[in-house]
């Protein structure tokens, strides 16, 4: 049998492992597949376990108070050994562009595992933009032996760096698995969430609703006043549309946001999400406005428009395709596109039903499949 671990370490990735994780143990007969988590978030992480249902094998539980990229680098890779020299992996998958991706995709190699990167060859060419998730995809594509890219342009992002055309297979992106299963879940009759139920009495169904995320540390400071800054414009002149932002932890995002935003009305600031709950409030939107990299990804497969307060993306094929729009943190320009949108109903509807570049569902099967043959 062939021996699988699975490493993630934050929200992002568990979504978009999870149904990895459940399409190799459908082939136990083929694959021993565990998963390792290093918890460098913890109860966000725990959230999307438990929506999968998936029980770590490991847990470092490496989250600490005001940690650091130094110090989690290290533990990372220091607390990742004796688990490799135990299990003996042949195949270590790691996902995106985390510190936790970077640190055991090194891991792994000094432990002579096949490295497999999913969601591989994204690139800005800018290292300090997104920082430092820049670098750590792209040392992780360095040290990787097979890579899973979601499109052909990052597929050609790889090639053009030298990587070996045969060790990469243009998969579609596993976020699209995620989505699918979670969007049928979250809104079934027989599922019960007491968080989704609060957004319903949130929720007002007779305006359009506008769902807006922020985290990124390249738009902390001057960045935020002005996403503050437009978002209160948009409010403020729409009197139809309805803000809803869950606000990141983040004290850096969280001064700005509730010094400029609370007390608005039609602007509601909550609690950060548990990923059913955002689901569910993703298919419930209007317009999303983002800096996040995996609505980007998610939010055309609802038929949902994003502006992306963001001036560079690792996802060119949604800006090519048409389904987001860049619009940095410029007060201005997210003022006007976001009004176009909501006031320009062919505007919104020529953005809303393009199709998704980043797959059909099935991206999981295809990299099971590839592994099954090596």
Known sequence: MKKNLIIFGTRPEAIKMAPLVKEFLKHSDTFDTKVCITAQHREMLDQVLSFFEIIPDFDLDLMK???????????????????????????????????????????????????????????????????????????????SDYHFSPTPSSQQNLLNENIKKDTIVVTGNTVIDALQFSAAKVTSKTYSDTEIDRLKEVVDSSKKLVLVTGHRRENHGQ????????????????????????????????????????????????????????????????????????????????????????????????????????????????????????????????????????GDGASCKRIVEFISKL
């Not at 609505?295 to 001036?311: H, I």
């Open 65 to 143: 108070p005001n940690q650091n990229l130094y110090t989690l680098t290290a533990d990372i890779i220091t607390n990742l050994k004796p688990i490799l020299e135990d299990f003996k992996p042949d195949f270590v998958y790691v996902h995106g562009d985390t510190t936790t991706t970077m640190a055991a995709s090194i891991a792994a190699f000094y432990s002579g595992a096949k490295v497999c990167h999913i969601e591989a060859g994204l690139r800005t060419f800018n290292k300090r933009s997104p920082f430092p998730e820049e670098v750590n995809r792209s040392i992780a594509g360095v040290i």
């Open 223 to 358: 960045g935020f006043i002005n996403i503050c800054s437009a978002l209160k414009d948009i409010a403020v002149q729409n009197n139809d549309v309805q803000i809803i932002y869950p606000v990141h932890l983040n004290p850096n995002v969280q001064k700005p946001v509730y010094e400029l935003l609370e007390g608005i009305s039609n602007i509601h600031l909550i609690n950060p999400l548990s990923y059913p709950a955002f689901v569910w409030l993703m298919g419930k939107s209007y317009l999303i406005i983002t800096d996040s990299g995996g609505v980007q990804e998610e939010a055309p497969s609802l038929g949902k428009p994003v502006l992306v307060m963001r001036n560079t993306t690792e996802r060119p094929e949604a800006v090519e395709a048409g389904t987001v729009c860049l619009v940095g943190t410029n007060k201005d320009k997210i003022v006007t596109e976001a009004t176009r949108l909501l006031n320009n109903t062919e505007a919104y509807s020529a953005m809303s039903t393009l199709h998704n570049p980043y």
